[in-house]
């Protein structure tokens, strides 16, 4: 079967497969996934923006600041995949609410530990985090056959917050109480996230796949979901994007410093890119639902790469659009992947997909701003930011031909 016959195939499946077995879901329960997704964005970033303050106080270099980092990365790269394959068999409610649980007494833990130890702090909320975080991004497919793109929107528009809000509620955090109340602050987002999810109800078919007799974890059906043809270009292009994210949220500062832009107005051109990537995702979410899903992602890779580019050469008001169209542009992608993977995830994978998914989204986000900062080291920040965009640029090469 080609390509595009298989993906036809996969997504008329889906259509009939999927149907919920609840009344018309309201976006309310999109919402309540993307509190429970904002837990972990606002918990992985409100630690790692005040890391400073942490190795000033306990006495350590900047190398165990990326190992602090690394730790809850790391960890969410090998367990989402694992966790969302357990939540296929154990149910996904329950595994999203054990992650939520495990987050938040991680978060306690600092508080009883000492300081040393908070690489095992990070790495068992990374745990946590890939639970949850994976769990509720395929609950938001399971729950929402219609309307998916927008579902997926409302998520990661909620998800998303917690990156922007982070650094000043951790800033504030930090300055009134000193860094340990951060942790105070995750597990009681933590507590609330777990409070909220107890309102949803069991996902459409999961009492059918209890009634099987399979329900051992299989290596090989685990697996399944990285060797899958029809999903392959998409996690590349969950990549790319994060490619795009780690350059746009990373680095980008570096190039509007080296400009001579005072902080105060550089927070302000980077809150602005922000706030496009998160107010796109429903409208981008609402496109997929009505048009084709491959077609709005390849646009919003050409929007990000182009505008990526043309970073590295403007200033002023030109550069404050470029970075409004970057934003925009993976805010489409990342919204847009999530619903087109999640109707190509074959029956009872869900969760392993949209595992696997969050995992090369990970890789992508470590990826990128390691690879820019290379090249930026031998050839300047212009020919990095070019180099890059036009290498995420190829990912088109490898999606002709797919459509959705």
Known sequence: MSG????????????????PTHPRIGLRFA????????????????????????????????????????????????????FGAVADRQGMRRTMLAGIAVFTVASLVYLVVPPQLLILVRFLQGVGAAALSAVSLAL????????????????????????VVSPVVGGLIVVRSGFATIFVATALIG???????????????????????????????????????ALRPWYAVTVVNMFFVGILFGFLPV????????????????????????????????????????TTIRAGIVAAAVSIALAAFLDGVPLVLVLVTAGAGVGTVWTNTDTLISRLARQRQLGATMGAAGSFKELGDMV??????????????????????????????????RGA
Request: hydrophobic fraction near 55%; charged fraction near 15%; charge should be negative.
């Open 368 to 401: 990128g701003p390691l690879l820019i900062g290379i090249l930026a080291q031998l050839f300047g920040l212009p020919i990095a930011f070019v180099a890059c965009a036009t290498l995420g640029a190829l990912s088109l090469v490898a999606l002709r031909g």
């Open 31 to 82: 919402a309540i996934l993307g509190c429970v997704g904002f837990v972990t964005s606002f918990g992985a970033h409100v630690v790692a923006v005040n890391l400073p303050t942490y190795a000033e106080a306990v006495g350590v270099g900047v190398a165990v600041i990326g190992l602090l980092i690394a730790a809850y990365d790391f960890a969410e790269i090998l367990a989402k995949p694992v």
């Open 191 to 229: 507590v609330v996230a777990f409070g909220l999810s107890l309102f949803l109800p069991r996902p459409p078919r999961e009492t059918d796949a209890f009634d099987d007799d399979d329900d051992e974890f299989s290596l090989s059906g685990f697996l399944a979901v990285f060797r899958d043809p």
């Open 255 to 294: 190039r509007i410093h080296a400009l001579g832009i005072d902080p105060l107005q550089s927070g302000a051109m980077l809150s602005v890119a922000a706030l496009s990537y998160l107010l796109v995702q429903p409208v981008a979410g609402a496109l997929a639902d009505r048009g084709s899903v491959a």
């Open 140 to 163: 938001v497919g399971a729950y929402f056959d219609s309307d998916r793109g927008r579902a997926y929107g409302v998520y990661n528009a909620i998800k998303g917050a917690g990156y």
């Open 4 to 19: 595009e016959a298989e993906l036809c195939f996969r997504l008329g499946f889906a259509a009939l497969s999927d149907r």
